[in-house]
């Protein structure tokens, strides 16, 4: 039987990971992550989970040592933020490159200096190119459902691609909701224990790992990249499958809301689409046609999806909780690329940096310029919201 | 109070004339964050046994022990009441303010 709880989205994300029964979870602690792994921890001791709880040095350390685990054919978890995931950075392509479908969560922080705890995804962003499939999620409940997901996209035998299942620092890690555990029983038929040959295994030994020079590198590259083409037919796939098991499922890599109509759409990934989605339902109370879109997989990114969107709406903003300097948000120079030679009109709101909120009168004055924009308004591209005093433009 | 004040005298940056290089400066950080304070823990001394449960337990460390009178640092108490509950003589009761 499924049950309801208060959780807070790092306890949820904690409960994914248990209900899909890892044999090993390797992590080292950080803030904004740290419950989410002493709950892990709590459940080793309590004697509820079976799978080893690894402590370890460092976050080098713990996915050096969730990919060792791995290459024997184990499942695997870890979880870091910003410096942590940082420190991560060499081991993140050495598992990609490898193949190993390690599932991580990234409570996603804004990385020093200044220093600062609190949420923005710079951290996951910076990684961008690791390798992973990587996966933002809107609340506790879909982290929760999006562990169980993952597992079963990654080990797909046709992806075999790690993936990062991304939520937002303190707005989710610590905010507590009422969450649905899903059965056990239930999970267990979705997701099938870990079956792989990508093993260390005494009745067929093999090298794993290995060196490829200029002469094959290229095809090796080849496959990890139909792999995510793979993966984007398989998101849709498995969250359709999920849904029908468990009544929930989310879209695959983008969801629409209210956007049949509209004019001016919002796009975003993570936490601030809930604000998003209830301030599409107040304007479009007063009669404005508004919508929204929430990106979940920003690789494989959503390609054909945005092809299909040029021309749709009259202007498009894209909030970005992170800012790649010199240029402009990733998500936003994601999908302006995607789009490219649309009549859409664009601006990047670069908002909710280190920890700061994006309130509703915040989002609902991006709607408001964003009809300007449609009717004219000349602005500029890349726009800080909620500055303390103007700058520039 | 032996434990220092945060540093009234401290202006945060009104402009971007103001905003120091990369932030390098004492003051950003630290700054009173009781706000959200609905109930205030008032002292009475009478039957205190000094057992320092209250000091132990403040989460905020905002009981100051060094005269001989606690004395409460309202700029960071949280009014959680975890002094008032762990208190065994009950010399702690929580006030709305
Ligand atoms: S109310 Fe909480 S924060 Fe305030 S003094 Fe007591 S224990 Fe400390
Ligand atoms: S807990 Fe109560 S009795 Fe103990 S030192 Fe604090 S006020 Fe006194």
Redesign the pocket.
């Known amino acids: 039987m499924s049950k309801k709880a208060f959780l807070s989205a790092n306890e949820a994300t904690a409960y994914g990971v248990l209900l899909s029964r890892p044999h090993v979870v390797a992590a080292y602690p950080i803030t904004p992550q740290t419950t989410l792994v002493e709950k892990l921890a709590d459940f080793e001791a309590s004697g509820e989970a079976d799978f080893k709880y690894m402590m370890v040095e460092s976050e080098h350390s713990a996915l050096a040592a969730a990919q060792g685990a791995s290459l024997m054919g184990a499942r695997t978890f870890t979880a870091s933020s910003s410096q942590g995931l940082l420190y991560m950075c060499e081991m993140l392509s050495y598992v990609s490159g490898a193949r190993n479908p390690i599932v991580m969560a990234d409570v996603n922080r804004s990385t020093s200096i200044p220093w600062n705890i609190y949420g923005d995804q710079r951290d996951a962003l910076a990684m961008r190119d690791s390798g992973w499939i990587m996966i933002f999620v809107e609340s506790g409940q879909e982290a929760l459902d999006m562990i169980i997901q993952s597992y079963k996209l990654a080990e797909d035998p046709e992806v075999m691609t790690p993936v990062m299942v991304n939520l937002d620092g303190f707005t989710l890690s610590h905010t507590y909701d009422l969450v649905e555990i899903p059965d056990q029983g239930l999970v267990d038929k979705f997701l099938p224990p870990f079956k792989t040959i990508n093993k260390f295994d005494m009745e067929n030994p093999q090298t794993l790992c290995q060196t490829v020079g200029p002469d094959f590198h290229t095809e090796v590259r080849v496959t990890q990249q139909a792999a995510f083409e793979v993966a984007k037919r398989k998101i849709v796939e498995i969250d359709s499958e999920y849904g029908k098991m468990f009544g929930r499922s989310y879209g695959g890599l983008v969801e629409e809301y209210r956007t049949e109509d509209a004019d001016y759409v919002l796009v975003a990934m993570g936490s601030v689409v809930g604000t998003m989605r209830m301030c599409v339902d107040m304007l479009r109370e007063k009669g404005e046609k508004v919508g929204m879109i929430k990106v979940r997989s920003l690789r494989p990114f959503p390609k054909e999806y945005f092809v299909s969107l040029r021309n749709r709406f009259k202007s498009m903003g894209v909030i970005s909780r992170d800012i790649s300097f010199g240029y402009e948000g990733t998500l936003f120079t994601e999908i302006k690329a995607a789009m490219l030679c649309s009549s859409t009109k664009y601006v990047n709101y670069i908002a909710g940096i280190g920890g700061r909120d994006i309130h509703k009168n915040m989002i609902n004055g991006f709607f408001e310029e964003l009809k300007e924009i449609a009717n004219g308004k000349e602005t500029a591209e890349v726009k800080f919201a909620g500055l303390r005093w103007e700058y520039g433009n | 109070m032996l434990k220092p004040k945060w540093n009234k005298e401290y202006k945060p940056p009104a402009s971007w004339e103001e905003m120091p290089f990369t932030g390098n400066v004492a003051g950003l950080l630290p700054t009173p964050n009781s706000g959200f304070r609905t ?3 008032h002292f009475n001394l009478e039957s205190c046994i000094k057992c320092m449960l ?1 000091w132990v ?4 460390g ?2 100051d022990k060094s005269n001989e009178t606690f004395e ?1 640092d309202r700029d ?9 509950h762990e208190c065994p003589k009950k010399c ?1 009761e ?1 006030v709305r303010e």
């Open positions: 109930l205030t823990p209250c337990y403040c989460p905020e905002c009981i409460l960071y108490c949280k009014g959680c009441g975890i002094c008032a702690i929580m």
